[in-house]
């Protein structure tokens, strides 16, 4: 460690041209900033000079988190000045803060005799050391960790990982004393959840570590299966949690890695490279690189891609070796877990059984993790500025997935209050769901069919309990994303089966495979782009790996291609679909030749012309995630624009009016499947321009038939004329708004308090 610190120190110096280069790090009390390392400065110092984060410049800095550039450092009201460093013959001072997965680990200081005004280039050369620095320092500490003993091991590793701020799930600011710290973001995911946090960070660096092996290979061989038991165990316990919660084919994600550590050749493998090398971490290390390589030398995709696997149950080993975790802390039931973005990927990483709800530091409402948060109805709050800065491991959470508020470590009165409010919430649903059986028909008697967004068999208990009239979506890609992979035909196969079959006789629409853009996977031939809401994805990925379209009909089903953007996508997915149908009728297999394919109009493109894509398919299903984000050019999962993302703009509404009246003409059914629909506002205004069905997340369809009951399907049409007619998105939100009042709704005793807050923002109460 002084080794590594040193030479660090040299280099900069020299790099930077400076007198003095210094480093200061925060060791177990996370308060305190101790000179470890200097060139320049009294040697005799180090490990002496100390100061409190706040404290001289060097406080400054670490508290700050920003990097700090003086020529008469000592003209500055922050100064302190240190008699044992000899500081004094140095004039000017530039330093910038060691950070590693966002908190603050120590400080890097250079200082020179002469004034020097130091230039924009010297403060980011001096960011990027820092920036380099950090892990070194990181990894130098775990080093140093290694080798003593590992009760003092344990100890120090949980006392880092607890106190300190410096691995990934630390307690960032332990001597943060207020209460009610509200934070505001964008209202994701309705529902009220009152928790502990757990933080979900980025994994240290296990690739970079270096590592001491133990005197004895005995030793090193009882660790290493030590962390290979540890590994299995927590797999087997994820496996399980994730089964219960989304049935069982999420679990299918952890079959591959369990059997991986059960392979008998594989610990053998890894004891004959422990024979060899004397140094568990580089045995695991070649075992792991072998089987990699193997895997990805296979012909078939399905099993080459099965190599993310292996490097996914080789970090967990390796953590387990090293005694560090990422995160550390088991999740406690009822856990709001806070995270930079709310990707896909981490449905399939979390015990989500143990979740009650998510807050992100980015992120808009419509990205896919979002919507997969509604669709399992977990409150969500997203682009939650400044959240992964405050949030602390463990301590009360409370979030408002209705309004987009966060408060942590809230006193009892507001929890009392949210209490409430969650009980408020819950009784409105329960009533909701009694009343299920009603139909979604307007008050002059026109029909409107609502169904469900899904994307998982376990979904399918909550389009049950909603009251759905069937499956408008079906998201193949959960599964995909599960298994990080193309699952394979069988699964596939299983999958679709099941769930055509618990829904019949109600229709289910499946959806191909929609990859791409913010849903990324690993393995499946996806180039990083750099715009890849704009690239391969969707059916444009799916064309160009055949084997990963496949589809099956059991009952009543439709089959719906995702994102055709011109006529040739559509009459290729169609062609590839009869080759097929005539592969199963060579076979004697059983399926529905009738069976309807549908195109999603979710790119300006295919709305413009829609009665070219109307003659050749049998119904449309409007994608208005897509469609908002492609028309008005604002990325769907970017909170800084989101408040641009608007599905009820006047341009957004009329690519949905030419849709609409060329299925019209064509004599085809029309639906809207974004998640426009489970928003009130939109009801009207969609009912209104003839849209015949709307396909929401299961929990939102009792909210949408209240609000259709209470509607006039002539007064809704003159709504969507004037707002087709409108100015901005603003007006349109006007129209509706006072359509809900002027139905009574917000008198509704269920559902009125929430419309209320509607109906306010779009008149522009606060
Ligand atoms: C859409 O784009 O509106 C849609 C329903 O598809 P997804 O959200 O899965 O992209
Ligand atoms: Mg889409």
Request: glycine letters at 8%.
């Amino acid at each position: 460690m002084q080794e590594t610190l040193a030479n660090v120190t040299d280099l900069v110096a020299k790099r930077l041209d400076a007198d003095v280069c210094s480093i200061y790090l925060i060791d177990t009390d996370p308060e305190i900033l101790t000179l470890m390392a200097t060139i320049g400065l009294d040697p005799a110092a180090v490990s002496r000079v100390q100061l409190r984060v706040g404290e001289g410049l060097v406080g400054l800095v670490a508290q700050q988190r920003e990097p700090i550039a003086l020529v008469h450092a000592r003209e500055h009201e922050g100064f302190r000045y240190f008699p044992e460093t000899g500081e004094e013959r140095f004039e000017s001072l530039l330093a910038a803060p060691l950070v590693m997965q966002n908190a603050t680990i120590g400080v890097l200081v250079i200082q020179t005799v002469d004034p020097r005004a130091f230039e924009k280039s010297d403060v980011e050369l001096m960011q990027t050391c820092a920036q380099l620095l950090a892990p070194v320092v990181v990894n130098a500490q775990l080093l140093a960790l290694m080798s003593i003993s590992e009760t003092r091991r344990a100890e120090i590793t949980s006392s880092l990982t607890s106190t300190t701020g410096r691995f990934p799930d630390a307690n960032r600011s332990p001597s943060r004393t207020e209460q009610n710290v509200e934070l505001r973001g964008i209202a994701t995911s309705r529902g009220v959840a009152i928790g502990p946090v757990y933080r979900v960070d980025d994994p240290v660096d296990l690739d970079h570590v270096e590592y001491l092996p133990r005197e004895s290979l005995a030793e090193e061989r009882e660790d290493l299966l030590k962390a290979l038991a540890e590994t299995r165990s927590e797999i087997e316990e994820a496996r399980e949690a994730s089964g219960v919660r989304f049935g069982p084919e999420f679990a299918a994600v952890f079959h591959t890695q369990i059997q991986i550590l059960e392979d008998k050749g594989f610990v053998d493998n890894i004891d004959e490279a422990i024979n060899l090398k004397k140094n568990a971490l580089l045995a695991l290390r070649s075992v792991l690189d072998t089987y990699r390589e193997t895997f990805e030398r296979i012909e078939d995709e399905y099993f080459r891609e099965r190599g993310a696997d292996i490097i996914d149950i080789g970090h967990r080993i390796m953590e387990n070796l090293l005694g560090v975790r990422s995160p550390v802390a088991p999740m406690q039931p009822g856990s709001v877990v806070v995270v930079d973005q709310v990707l896909a990927g981490l449905f399939a990483r979390l015990e989500m059984d143990q979740v009650s709800a998510i807050v992100a530091e980015h992120g808009g409402s419509t990205s896919h993790g979002a919507i997969f948060a509604r669709t399992l109805e977990i409150p969500a709050v997203t682009g939650a500025s400044g959240i992964m800065n405050e949030a602390r491991q463990g301590e009360v959470c409370i979030v408002d997935g209705a309004t987009g508020r966060v408060y942590l470590q809230p006193d009892e009165t507001l929890i009392d209050y949210y209490r409430g409010a969650q009980r408020e919430h819950e009784v409105a649903i329960a009533h909701l769901d009694a009343l299920c059986g009603r139909p979604a028909e307007t008050l002059d008697g026109n029909s409107v069919t609502l169904s469900a967004n899904v994307g998982l068999l376990n979904d399918l208990r909550q389009v049950d309990q909603h009251g759905a009239e069937g499956i408008g979506l079906f998201r193949t890609e959960l599964l995909a994303l599960a298994h990080r992979g193309f699952p394979s035909q069988e699964e596939q196969e299983q999958l679709y089966r099941q769930v055509v079959e618990q829904m019949a006789p109600r229709p289910v629409t499946i959806r191909t495979l929609d990859l791409g853009g913010d849903k990324g996977i690993p393995n499946v031939g996806m180039p990083g782009e750099e715009n890849p809401q704009l690239g391969l994805r969707s059916i444009r990925l799916t064309l160009e790996n055949r084997r990963a379209f496949r589809a099956s009909a059991f009952g009543p089903t439709k089959l719906l291609f995702p994102m055709i953007s011109n006529i040739e996508e559509l009459r290729e997915a169609k062609a590839l679909l009869e080759q097929v149908q005539a592969d199963f009728e060579k076979k004697g297999l059983e399926f529905d030749r009738d069976m309807p394919v549908g195109v999603m109009i979710e790119v300006p493109s295919t709305a413009i012309s829609a009665d070219i894509f109307a003659a050749e398919c049998d119904f449309f299903s409007i994608g208005t995630n897509d469609l908002t984000q492609y028309t008005l050019a604002v990325d769907r999962g970017n909170e800084r624009v989101a408040h641009l993302y608007d599905g009820l703009h006047p341009a957004v509404l009329s690519l949905i009016d030419l849709s609409v009246k060329a299925a019209a003409r064509a004599g085809i059914p029309i639906s809207v499947c974004g998640e426009m629909a489970s928003n009130p506002l939109s009801v009207p205004i969609l009912v209104g321009l003839g849209i015949g069905e709307l396909s929401l997340v299961p929990a939102a369809v009792p909210f949408a038939k209240e609000i259709v009951r209470a509607l006039d399907g002539r007064e809704v049409a003159e709504d969507a004329r004037r707002a087709l007619k409108a100015s901005s998105a603003q007006d349109v939100h006007k129209i509706a708004a006072s359509r809900l009042l002027g139905a009574g709704l917000l008198d509704h005793p269920d559902i009125g308090a929430w419309l209320r807050n509607f109906v306010d923002e779009a008149s522009g109460f606060p």
